[in-house]
């Protein structure tokens, strides 16, 4: 699933870029939030010196990473136990 959102380049994570003496709030990938690579062109890589998601960003991250391959995998766990329940009583 990390693989999935790293090179998929959907802006999804709202993230705080700290520049010298601004500060941005922008939708980014997961490539971007971690390397700082391809950002969109209104920010200027030479003058950020920190990528930071937000609290709704950190929060989105989670889901996507942690809690969908866990739903995933507690779902096909769950449908292979019953399977094996109904072959048992036949």
């Known amino acids: 699933m990390f693989a999935f959102f790293y090179f998929y380049p959907a802006h999804i994570f709202e993230s705080k870029v ?16 971690l390397f700082s690579e391809d950002l ?17 960003g950190f929060m989105i991250l ?3 990473l942690i809690a969908l391959p866990g739903m995933i995998a507690y779902r096909t766990t769950i449908s292979k136990k019953s399977k094996e329940n109904n072959d048992s009583k036949n």
Do not use: Y
């Open 18 to 33: 700290i520049g010298n003496g601004s500060e941005l709030t922008v939708d980014l990938s997961l490539k971007n939030i």
């Open 40 to 56: 969109p062109a209104q920010l200027n890589p030479a003058n950020i010196k920190s990528i930071r998601p937000t609290i709704s």
């Open 62 to 64: 989670l889901i996507c």
